[in-house]
């Protein structure tokens, strides 16, 4: 599977979901996660990312390991998403700042 780490947190630009060809996208206040029963490993979504926060699971980040088990729990409350929209409002002050999963809205 592939999973959604840290620098989308406040960042949320979506421009990830339009491009998954099995709708696995899940959103919340200010993160998607993608359901990692439903994604089928195509890799379209992690280049279309502006924020680059989105990995194969056998090459996240070291220290965001704990990111796969938060995609896994989140997509099976949050909402599917499907359609891009605005990034949050602050995007550009978010992106690339370090350590955001203390800001998680769920
Ligand atoms: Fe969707 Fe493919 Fe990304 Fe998985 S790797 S979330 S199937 S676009
Ligand atoms: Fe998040 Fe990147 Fe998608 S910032 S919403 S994973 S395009």
């Not at 379209?44 to 390991?65: H, K, T, W, Y």
């Not at 002050?93 to 999963?101: A, I």
Request: aromatic share 10%; glycine share 4%; hydrophobic share 35%.
């Amino acid at each position: 599977t592939f999973v959604v780490t840290d620098n989308c947190i406040r960042c949320k630009y979506t421009d990830c979901v339009e491009v998954c060809p099995v709708d696995c996208f899940y959103e919340g206040p200010n993160f998607l996660v993608i359901n990692p029963d439903e994604c089928i490993d195509c890799a379209l979504c992690e280049p279309e990312c502006p924020a680059n926060a989105i990995f194969s699971e056998d090459e996240i980040p070291a220290g965001q390991e704990e990111f796969l088990a938060i995609n896994e729990e989140l997509s099976g409350i949050w909402p599917n998403i499907t359609e891009k929209k605005d990034a949050l409002p602050d995007h550009e002050k978010w992106d690339g700042v370090e350590g955001k999963l203390q800001y998680l809205e769920r």
